[in-house]
């Protein structure tokens, strides 16, 4: 990476490396499965079986598309972990209603869509956050302090409490019982899959955006491995011929 870019800048133009691309698209999508493997629980052939397997497979079918080419796919990727973080909410959100409505036997259409509505609006409410957080700088400021990973821990935890809660709140006036431990630990990937959505869909615009930027910035970007390594064997040769001719004419000054 070479040309200077604005702080901004620096903070969105942060891509996977393409080495990593294929090992986080197979951990992202094991974690993934699970929510799915909930919902197969009986009756196994339910609506909600159904949507979470068939975003899985989609998001499956998609990351064994970026995996043919990683080094092609950086930027692509980054809207793949957005989408991504959709999807996971999807799948948990799934599961939940699947451990509501056929294994705890809850009848009240009232629970779901409430369940559902609580999630649209931590949405929205991430997005205001993070829009927010941009035009002020807080991202920057606070990792400039090192108190940027403080802050999304405690953002995230705040939100895991207030989304486990209402949970506790549904278990107990809807006589659920056991499955609220479940719920609950579906509800903390259903949120850390909406700030994912926010944070990478939005870093993707961004991108798309100013690729002229992120180009002159990362010139390799979009380049095989092969002609990767070739650049950066043809900078350090480069950078070594300076020196090598110095040394030159300082042995012939010595010489005299």
Same mark, same amino acid.
């Given at each position: ?13 942060? =891509? ?5 691309? &294929? ?42 598309? =970026? ?54 609006? =931590? ?11 941009? &035009? ?20 995230? =935890? ?99």
């Amino acid at each position: 990476m070479s040309t200077k870019i604005s702080e901004e800048e620096q903070f969105h133009f942060r =891509l996977i490396p393409a080495e990593q691309i &294929r090992g986080g698209i197979v951990c992202f999508l094991f974690i993934m499965l699970i929510p799915v493997l909930v919902t197969l629980a009986a009756p196994m052939m339910s609506v909600y079986f159904y949507v979470a397997a068939g975003v899985w497979v989609a998001m499956l079918l998609w990351g064994m598309g =970026l995996s043919t080419d990683p080094y092609r796919a950086e930027v692509s990727f980054v809207l793949y972990l957005g989408i991504y973080g959709l999807a996971l909410a999807i799948n948990c959100q799934a599961a939940i209603l699947k451990m509501m409505y056929d294994m705890a036997g809850v009848e009240s259409i009232g629970y779901g869509v409430s369940s559902v509505g609580v999630m649209l609006l =931590l949405l929205v409410a991430f997005y205001i956050l993070h829009v927010r957080a941009l &035009r002020q700088r807080a991202y920057q400021t606070m990792e400039r302090n090192g108190k940027l990973g403080k802050a999304g821990k405690a953002a995230f =935890l705040l939100a895991g409490i207030g989304y486990t809660g209402y949970y506790i709140i549904v278990a107990v006036a809807g006589d659920l019982g056991g499955f609220v431990m479940g719920m609950a630990a579906f509800s903390v990937l259903l949120i850390l899959g909406l700030y994912m959505a926010i944070v990478f869909i939005h870093r993707y615009i961004f991108i798309r955006n100013h690729m002229d930027q992120l180009k002159a910035h990362y010139p390799v970007l979009g380049l095989p491995k092969e002609k990767r390594n070739a650049a950066y064997l043809n900078k350090m040769n480069q950078g070594n011929k300076a020196p090598v001719s110095q040394r030159k004419s300082k042995k012939r000054r010595g010489s005299l």
